[in-house]
């Protein structure tokens, strides 16, 4: 059987700085249009309060949230509790590649867990309260060019894998 890969996707800081008071520290139109584009089609795994900051399901994909709240039930997701259990649900539906996509605790529990990651660096250090976790075990494996949105911020697209020695 098939096994999917588990993939991150998110845009950090110099210092992996994520969020702040639950919302984005940028909105990079090419990191949203990769974002859209990467996760069309494929299971998404997310926490409730990126859920709720998002404010809604995304459509054109499997929603996943995990959940320590047994009432919470979201228009148009799947609620789980444990890691294990979503990626059991996400595993039934996508055969090719699930997104982990957020928030910072998210990212802190299954990064053991993942095969891959595509990151948005951003060149600039600013306030956060949320930090994406160290990925020592990962490499590079494909870059782009550092290119400047309409505003100044100057970013550039990584995609790692893990290191064959760290496998999970």
């Keep these: ?24 520290l940028w ?17 998404i795994i997310m926490g409730q309060n990126t859920l709720e900051s998002i404010g809604k399901a995304l459509p054109d994909r499997v929603n996943i949230v995990l959940t320590k709240d047994i ?15 979503s990626l059991r649900e996400a595993s ?10 957020g928030g910072g605790q998210m990212y802190k529990q299954f990064i ?9 660096i951003v060149d600039q250090a600013t306030e956060a309260d949320t930090f994406f976790p160290k990925y020592d ?9 550092e290119k400047e949105d309409a505003s100044g911020i100057k ?5 790692l894998i893990r290191n064959a020695k760290s496998k999970r």
Aim: glycine fraction near 4%; proline fraction near 3%.
């Design 155 to 159: 970013y550039k697209f990584l995609e």
């Design 92 to 101: 039934k539906i996508e055969k090719k590649e699930i997104f982990i996509i």
């Design 112 to 120: 053991p867990l993942c095969d891959k990651l595509y990151l948005t």
């Design 71 to 85: 009432n919470f039930k979201p228009l148009n997701c799947k609620v789980c509790y444990n890691i294990e259990q």
């Design 27 to 43: 909105k990079i139109r090419d990191d949203l249009q990769r974002f859209k584009q990467l996760t069309s089609g494929h299971a």
């Design 137 to 145: 075990d990962f490499k590079v494996c494909k870059e782009s060019e």
């Design 1 to 24: 059987m098939n096994t999917p890969i588990i993939s991150m996707i998110a845009c950090i800081g110099k210092n992996g700085e994520l969020g702040l008071n639950n919302k984005l």
